[in-house]
T-cell receptor
Framework: DTEVTQTPKHLVMGMTNKKSLKCEQH?????MYWYKQKAKKPPELMFV???????INESVPSRFSPECPNSSLLNLHLHALQPEDSALYLC??????????????FGSGTQLSVL | GNSVTQMEGPVTLSEEAFLTINCTYT??????LFWYVQYPGEGLQLLLK?????DKGSNKGFEATYRKETTSFHLEKGSVQVSDSAVYFC????????????FGQGTTLQVKP
């Protein structure tokens, strides 16, 4: 199994809603990532978990709250988002924190629209 | 810190044409270099990589050579197909063992039959 599975594929939410994005991998990878991608732009790193501990937070607003319940799962909790947060949210994993390896496995993403 | 510059697109080619997408980098030391591809409606996937100077990465008919003299990692394919239509990202690790990848701006390739 070389897949990273993300759910849901599409999400529409209002600015007062609370929702969660989910990501799962069964490759035994110990590093997991959240990226945000705007249309026609490269992905921007949000968070990195290494061995289930948050190791990088790229100054992301607190309305985004990551969680890593175990080595296979990664969640992103969303609350009080703004319309400018509308984007494709990508989860990725790697064998360990990428460093010089850089081989990331990406999911297909959740297309989020904030109304 | 490390950075990467990628040619702007979009690039439009006819099927069987030759493809070059330019990528140049600035880095401390000699980090690994990568090309990722994003097909419509999907996440990114690793296309190829090179881990040291003069290495050539190759996959699915695509090639790129790690050239330290010109600090370049240009992507080439001899004969593109419609199915190669996608966005291509050049990437390298950020300096320090942070787990962060730095992506170029992306080049959209459209191949017409």
């Amino acid at each position: 199994d070389t897949e990273v599975t993300q759910t849901p594929k599409h999400l529409v939410m209002g600015m007062t809603n609370k929702k969660s994005l989910k990501c799962e991998q069964h490759m035994g990878h110990r590093a997991m990532y959240w990226y945000k991608q705007k249309a026609k732009k490269p992905p921007e790193l949000m968070f990195v978990y290494s061995y289930e501990k948050l190791s990088i937070n790229e100054s992301v607003p607190s309305r985004f709250s990551p969680e890593c319940p175990n080595s296979s799962l990664l969640n992103l909790h969303l609350h009080a988002l703004q319309p400018e947060d509308s984007a494709l949210y990508l989860c990725a994993s790697s064998q360990e924190r990428a460093g010089g390896l850089g081989k990331l496995f990406f999911g297909s993403g959740t297309q989020l629209s904030v109304l | 810190g490390n950075s990467v510059t990628q040619m702007e697109g979009p690039v439009t080619l006819s099927e069987e044409a030759f493809l070059t997408i330019n990528c140049t980098y600035t880095a401390t030391g000699y980090p690994s270099l990568f090309w990722y591809v994003q097909y419509p409606g999907e996440g990114l996937q690793l296309l190829l990589k090179a881990t040291k100077a003069d290495d050539k990465g190759s996959n699915k008919g695509f090639e790129a050579t790690y050239r330290k003299e010109t600090t370049s990692f240009h992507l080439e394919k001899g004969s593109v197909q419609v199915s190669d239509s996608a966005v291509y990202f050049c990437a390298l690790p950020a300096s320090g063992n942070t787990g962060k990848l730095i992506f170029g701006q992306g080049t959209t390739l459209q191949v017409k039959p």
